[in-house]
């Protein structure tokens, strides 16, 4: 793989400079319709394109391939339907062809099957190294025979251009559609063998299964209900912290603070940022959870050690800067032609601010809502150290609560099977998540819509 690289390179650079060097002589006789820069950049761009897709569809598509082949070799030692035993036996394969992990006899592999994989991955690399070469070298004939004085060769170059640009503006589009097939593909295995009623209105949450026919317990309860509850009682209790303190910041710093004050505290709100979130754990475990508890004693309130509003303040300072910033950026957008016309007929500030600035920065605002929302939907450590793993269905903020991503991790850690209730219940939370966090972005954009059209 490295060769064809080096090999697409070389292509590039001798196809700009061939090329360039051609459309120069060319200019020397008559015209060029475009400079000699866009030929060169044309052949470079056709020396490239073929490779490159040749690569792409070898990385796609040779892995599995050889994977597949090995998998054959290892059916007479290895139970077909046992998926996680091929895929141990195939990663160790992998590791020991690769030389970084010596073969031992208990390894359930043997020494044929490893020399097999050496040899399919020395094939593959020189196969795609001599596909690389000739893709690049008929892309690279196809633009030199194009080049002549008339080629419109800058509009060419713009039309690739464009198609590049495009296709990278699509891989997001792709990798979201990959994500949410893969959820779906592992939900509906999960649903296969858990109701969808239980999983959405039931109200136990003990993802605790038998891993073998032979153990005794462990039927499971996987009612998802105290698991949205409690993601929704910590980012509200976080939200009702970020939203009026973020948005008072920034409009403080935006229209009432000098330069000198702005840049020393914009700096500092932002610090809080880069603050690692294990950081911020500890100090709800160690400082807020426990100054809760103890306020609550003074005030005879059963207060647990571990509670949904420490963890909930915590994650509200965390998220501060992200309403302060964006929103400062965005009413700072605000034209100062449209504060002058409110100002000149007659309003204050404060009037002025309220409804005129802020109503013509909504949509900005909402967005870093949106954004601070889903940056403690998504949060894990901080819910961990202080609201604990328990997944309690109750409206006190001072009960230990837990939330969906903190259940998502805690089902995909240790040893289990992949196919078993319990892990693939980490999708079906997950799909969930991402439908309630989709289905309130539809909200918040039609809200904002609705908004402007009164406007």
């Known amino acids: 793989m490295h060769a064809a690289w080096i090999i697409l390179a070389i292509l590039v650079i001798t196809g700009f400079l061939l090329g360039n060097h051609k459309a120069a002589v060319l200019a020397r006789s008559g015209k060029l319709h475009s400079r000699p820069r866009y030929h060169g950049v044309f052949i470079a761009l056709w020396s490239l394109f073929p490779g490159l897709m040749v690569v792409t569809l070898f990385a796609l598509f040779a892995s599995w391939t050889i994977d597949t082949m090995i998998l054959k070799d290892l059916h007479g030692t290895v139970d077909q339907t046992n998926a996680m035993e091929q895929s141990v036996l195939l990663n160790k394969v992998k590791l020991v062809a690769e030389n970084k992990m ?3 006899e208990d390894m359930g592999i043997t020494m044929e099957t490893v020399l097999r994989m050496q040899t399919l991955n020395r094939s593959a690399d ?31 170059v713009e039309k690739m251009v464009r198609i590049l640009l495009v296709a990278a503006s699509s891989v997001s589009l792709f990798i979201t559609l990959g994500i949410v097939l893969s959820l779906i593909f592992e939900t509906l295995r999960f649903f296969a063998s858990v109701p969808v009623t239980d999983f959405l209105f039931g109200l136990q949450w003990s993802p605790q299964t038998a891993i073998r026919a032979d153990q005794v317990g462990g039927t ?7 698991l949205f509850a409690g993601t929704l009682m910590i980012t509200g209790i976080s939200i009702l912290v970020a939203a009026p303190v973020g948005l008072f910041c920034a409009i403080y710093l935006s229209e009432f603070a000098s330069p000198q004050v702005r840049r020393w505290i914009k ?12 950081v911020y754990g500890l100090f709800a475990a160690l400082a807020v959870a426990p100054a809760i508890a103890n306020l609550g004693k003074l005030t005879g309130l059963d207060v647990a050690s571990e509670s949904a509003l420490a963890a909930g303040l915590v994650m509200g300072i965390m998220i501060i800067p992200f309403v302060s910033s964006l929103s400062d950026d965005v009413i700072n957008a605000v034209p100062q032609a449209i504060r002058d ?5 007659g309003a204050t500030q404060a009037e002025t601010i309220r409804q005129v600035v802020l109503p013509a920065a909504l949509p900005g605002i909402v967005g870093a809502l949106l954004l601070a929302i889903s940056r403690a939907v998504g949060e894990t450590m901080i819910v961990v150290m202080a609201a604990g793993l328990a997944a309690n269905l109750t409206a006190n903020p001072l009960q230990a609560m837990t939330t969906v991503t903190v259940q998502i991790v805690t089902l995909l850690v240790g040893d289990q099977e992949f196919d078993s209730p319990k892990t693939l219940a980490a999708f079906a939370l997950g799909l ?24």
């Open 126 to 156: 020189t196969l795609v190294t001599a596909l690389v070469m000739g893709a690049g070298l008929l892309g690279f004939g196809y633009s030199w025979n194009r080049i002549h004085r008339e080629f419109r060769a800058r509009q060419e």
């Open 432 to 455: 969930t998540l991402f439908c309630i966090t989709l289905i309130l972005n539809i909200i918040a954009l039609g809200v904002v819509r609705r908004y402007h059209e009164q406007q």
């Open 102 to 104: 010596t073969l031992n």
């Open 341 to 345: 016309g409110s100002l000149a007929m």
């Open 220 to 226: 499971g309860s996987f009612g998802a209900i105290p």
């Open 267 to 278: 700096p500092a709100l932002e610090i809080l940022a880069g603050i690692p979130t294990v």
